[in-house]
C-alpha cells in the first residue's frame, strides 16, 4: 500500500521536474557546458550536387585573424568507411566525413575552419575558395529517374495472399498514388557539439538522441575502444529522429580537437540543418484496395517508391501500418528506392506510419465514399485482434473503443454526410477521421539507485545514459522512482545523459518511457530486494525504504537493476492504436483554410503522467497538421539544392494554425508489453492526423487532396 504518493507517483500531473531549470535557462545543452580554452568550427558546404573537388585554396582563409585550421580531404585524419556497398542507415552508423574529394549532395561537408572565436570561422569558411568537377547527370528528380529504384535488400517485398484475386473478388476497386514530400525535422535546439580529445580519449557534449549508439560510432569511425569515449546529452531540446545518429558535424569535431589538441565547439547552423542532419525523403504511396458491398476488405497493396543517397540506403516503412491494421487476407507490401543526389534520408517521428498513414487511411476513406458507408463503421468492420503481418496476437488493441468514443466526443453523427453540404458564410465546413496505430517497442535497459538516509528521510537519485529530448523523460523517471521507493517525488534526483551511468536505449522509436521506467522501476526493486535479503526480512513485509537502511545500518546504498523485453512480449505485436477526428472550414473562393477542431483518443497503455503525456499528443498532432498545411523542402529544378532554407520558407504551424485539440488517453495497462503496462506516445499522435484532415477537406470541398501539404491553390 503506497502512503505518500498520492500526488506525485505514477499516473499523477506533476510539473516537469527539470521545468524551473529549462525556464530559468540553468539546464545545460550541449554547447553550454563551461569547457575552458575551447575554439569554434564552422563546416564549409558544396555548392554542387555531384561531383569531384579538383581544386581547394585555403591561403586566404589561413591570413585570418584566430584561425587555427582549415581542414577538407587533404589533410583530413583517415577514418573507417564503409565496408560494403550501399549499407544501411543504422543509429549507430559510422559517419565518415572529408575522406575523398568526391561530392555526392549539395551542401555536403567539404572542408571545415576552425578558429579562436565563432565569428572568426564563420568568416575564414566564406574565404575557402573550392573548384569542382561537376558531373553533368546528377540525380536529384524523380521524373527521368524512376528506372533507376531498386528493392532495398532490409524491405523485400511482403505478400500474404494474392492481390489480383483479392481485388477481382472485390465489389468496389480502388487504385490511387499519394504524395509526400521532403521534410526537415528542425529541432529547436540546433545540432551542436563540444568535443575534446585528450591523450586518445573522447568526450563529448553532444545534442544526441542515444548516448550508446553515439560511443559506438565515435569509437567505431576513430578505431578507439568504446571505454575511451564518453558522450554528454544532459538536455536535448528536440530530435523527432535527427539525432538518432551521430552526425559528421560530431565526427568533424572530434577531429579537429585531435589535431590541434584543444575541445571543438561545433554548431550545425539552421541552414545546414537542411543538408546536413537528415530529412524525410519524398514518398509516392500506391495503394490499391477492393472491398465487398459489406465492407469487408479483400485486397489491400501498399507501394511506396522513394528516395535514398547513392553511397547508404534508408528505406522509410511506410507499409508498416497496412501490414497489420486491417484484416484483409490478401495484403502486398513493397519498397523501392531510387538512389539520388541528396544526403541520405533518416527516421522522422513515427517513420513508416506518419507517412504510410496519409495514404492507407486517405484511401479508406475514399474507398468507404464508394461503399456508401460511415468510415468509422468501415474501420470496425475490418478490425483485427491478429496482426496478420506477423502471425501473433496484439498484446492489447482497443481501437474499436477509440473510435467510438471519439466519434462520440466529436459529435460524428451529425456530421456533414454529403461533400459540400455544410456551409456557412463562405466557409466550406467538412469533418473528417482517421484510425492511427504505432508500434510500441521495449527494449534492454539498466539504471542505478542510490539511496542516501538524511534526518530519517531517504533522498534517491536515478542514474541512466538515457536523454530527455523534450519529452519528459526526467519527470516520468522520477515519479516512477517515487512510486517504487514510497517516497515523494521531491526526494528524487534524475540524472540522466551519460554514458557513465548504465546503458539504455536512448530515446527514439517511442520506447523511452516504457524502457526508461521500467529500468528505473528495476533498480529501485533491486535495492528493496537486496535490503530485505541482506537481514532476513521477507520479502512481502511492507516496510519503509528509511527503515529498511536502519535495520541494514546503512545510510548510503547502491543498486542496479536491468530490463528486457519478455517472452510474452515476444510472442505478441505490441502496438498502440488512436483515432483521430477534426473539422475544417474551407473558403469557397480562396481555398485557404482553418483547422478547428481536433479530437484524439489514444489507447497507449499506462499513461506515466497526463500532463506531459498530453503535451507530447499535441506536439505530435500539431506536427501532423504541418504536414498538411505547410511542411515542404523544395527541391530546385536546375541544380538539385533546397530552395527553402530557413524557417522563414520551411513553414511550420504556429498557435494561430492550430484548433482546439482534445485529447483522450483510455485507462489502460499493457502488462504483456511490460511489467508497468506503458506503451509509449512519442510517434502516436502525429500518426495519421494527415488523412484525417485531407478527409475533412474532401468532405468540405469533394476534393481529394493526395499530395500534401495541401495549400490553398490546390483547392480553388
Ligand atoms: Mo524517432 S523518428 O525514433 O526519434
Redo the contacts with the bound molecule.
Keep these: 500500500m503506497k502512503k505518500t504518493l498520492k500526488e506525485s507517483g505514477v499516473g499523477t500531473p506533476i510539473n516537469r521536474v527539470e521545468g524551473k531549470l529549462k525556464v530559468t535557462g540553468m539546464a545545460k545543452y550541449a554547447t553550454e557546458f563551461p569547457v575552458k580554452n575551447k575554439v569554434y568550427a564552422q563546416g564549409i558546404n558544396s555548392t554542387i550536387t555531384k561531383g569531384e573537388i579538383i581544386s581547394v585554396d585555403t591561403s586566404e582563409a589561413e591570413k585570418v585573424e584566430g584561425v587555427l585550421a582549415v581542414i577538407t580531404h587533404k589533410n583530413a585524419e583517415k577514418l573507417k568507411t564503409f565496408e560494403e556497398e550501399m549499407p544501411e542507415l543504422s543509429t549507430p552508423s559510422k559517419a565518415p566525413v572529408l575522406q575523398s574529394s568526391k561530392v555526392y549532395y549539395y551542401g555536403q561537408y567539404v572542408g571545415v575552419v576552425v578558429a579562436e572565436t565563432f565569428e572568426q570561422a564563420q568568416y575564414a569558411a566564406r574565404l575557402v575558395k573550392i573548384e569542382y568537377k561537376k558531373d553533368p547527370d546528377p540525380t536529384f528528380q524523380f521524373d527521368g529517374s524512376r528506372s533507376k529504384a531498386y528493392t532495398p535488400e532490409a524491405q523485400e517485398d511482403y505478400l500474404r495472399g494474392n492481390i489480383a484475386e483479392g481485388l477481382a473478388d472485390a465489389d468496389e476497386t480502388l487504385d490511387e498514388t499519394y504524395t509526400t514530400p521532403i521534410e526537415h525535422h528542425h529541432p529547436m535546439e540546433l545540432h551542436a557539439v563540444i568535443a575534446s580529445w585528450e591523450n586518445g580519449k573522447v568526450t563529448a557534449y553532444a545534442s544526441q ?1 542515444i548516448v550508446e549508439d553515439s560511443i559506438i560510432s565515435i569509437s567505431d569511425t576513430f578505431q578507439i575502444p568504446k571505454k575511451d569515449v564518453r558522450i554528454i546529452s544532459a538536455y536535448v531540446g528536440g ?3 535527427s539525432k ?1 545518429y551521430t552526425e559528421r558535424h560530431v565526427i568533424l569535431a572530434v577531429m579537429a580537437s585531435k589535431m590541434l589538441g584543444r575541445p571543438v565547439q561545433m554548431t550545425v547552423t539552421r541552414q545546414q540543418m537542411f543538408t546536413n542532419t537528415g530529412m524525410r525523403q519524398h514518398n509516392e504511396q500506391r495503394m490499391k484496395i477492393g472491398a465487398k458491398k459489406d465492407g469487408a476488405l479483400t485486397a489491400l497493396s501498399h507501394e511506396t517508391l522513394s528516395h535514398t543517397s547513392t553511397f547508404q540506403e534508408y528505406q522509410e516503412p511506410c507499409g508498416m501500418m497496412s501490414k497489420m491494421l486491417y484484416n484483409v487476407p490478401n495484403n502486398q507490401i513493397k519498397y523501392r528506392l531510387i538512389p539520388m543526389n541528396f544526403q541520405t534520408p533518416c ?5 513508416g506510419e506518419a507517412t504510410g498513414s496519409f495514404a492507407l487511411e486517405s484511401a479508406m476513406d475514399e474507398m468507404a465514399w464508394k461503399l456508401k458507408m460511415d468510415p468509422v463503421e468501415f474501420r470496425i468492420k475490418n478490425d483485427t485482434q491478429v496482426d496478420l503481418g506477423a502471425d501473433k496476437p496484439f498484446s492489447s488493441r482497443l481501437l474499436i473503443e477509440c473510435l467510438r468514443i471519439g466519434a462520440d466526443r466529436f459529435g460524428w453523427d451529425d456530421r456533414p454526410k454529403e461533400p459540400r453540404s455544410r456551409q456557412k458564410g463562405n466557409w466550406l465546413i467538412g469533418y473528417g477521421m482517421s484510425a492511427a496505430s504505432r508500434n510500441a517497442p521495449y527494449q534492454e535497459t539498466a539504471a542505478k539507485v542510490i539511496l542516501e538516509l538524511e534526518d530519517e528521510k531517504v533522498f534517491a537519485t536515478i542514474q541512466m545514459d538515457a536523454t530527455d529530448i523534450g519529452t519528459g523523460s526526467y519527470t516520468i523517471i522520477a515519479q516512477t522512482a517515487a512510486e517504487y521507493l514510497d517516497i515523494p517525488v521531491e526526494q528524487v534526483t534524475v540524472e540522466l545523459g551519460d554514458s557513465n551511468f548504465p546503458i539504455t536505449p536512448g ?3 517511442s520506447w523511452g518511457a516504457a524502457s526508461y521506467c521500467n529500468g528505473a522501476r528495476a533498480a529501485c526493486e533491486s535495492a528493496i530486494t537486496k535490503l530485505k535479503e541482506n537481514r532476513n526480512i521477507d520479502k512481502d513485509e511492507e516496510i519503509s525504504v528509511a527503515e529498511l537502511l536502519k535495520k541494514n545500518q546503512l545510510n548510503r546504498y547502491e543498486a542496479e537493476g536491468t530490463v528486457a523485453p519478455s517472452e510474452e512480449f515476444e510472442k505478441h505485436s505490441v502496438f498502440s492504436f488512436g483515432a483521430n477526428f477534426s473539422e475544417v472550414w474551407v473558403d469557397k473562393d480562396t481555398g485557404m483554410y482553418r483547422i478547428k477542431r481536433m479530437v484524439n483518443v489514444g489507447s497507449a497503455g499506462k499513461i506515466m503522467n497526463p500532463k506531459t503525456a498530453y503535451g507530447q499528443m499535441i506536439g505530435g498532432l500539431t506536427m501532423g497538421a504541418g504536414m498538411v498545411l505547410a511542411e515542404q523542402t523544395k527541391v530546385e529544378p536546375n541544380f538539385g539544392n533546397f530552395i527553402t532554407r530557413s524557417l522563414a520558407d520551411y513553414h511550420v504551424p504556429v498557435n494561430l494554425d492550430m484548433a482546439n485539440i482534445d485529447v483522450i488517453f483510455l485507462p489502460e495497462e499493457d502488462k504483456i508489453a511490460n511489467k508497468m503496462g506503458i506503451k509509449g506516445i ?2 502516436l499522435g502525429i500518426t495519421s492526423v494527415a488523412a484525417s484532415l485531407a478527409n475533412a477537406i474532401f468532405n468540405a470541398t469533394g476534393k481529394r487532396m493526395r499530395d500534401l501539404p495541401i495549400t490553398p491553390e490546390k483547392l480553388i
Design positions: 538522441q530530435g523527432f529522429g538518432l527516421a522522422m517521428r513515427a517513420p530515446s527514439g522509436g512519442g510517434e
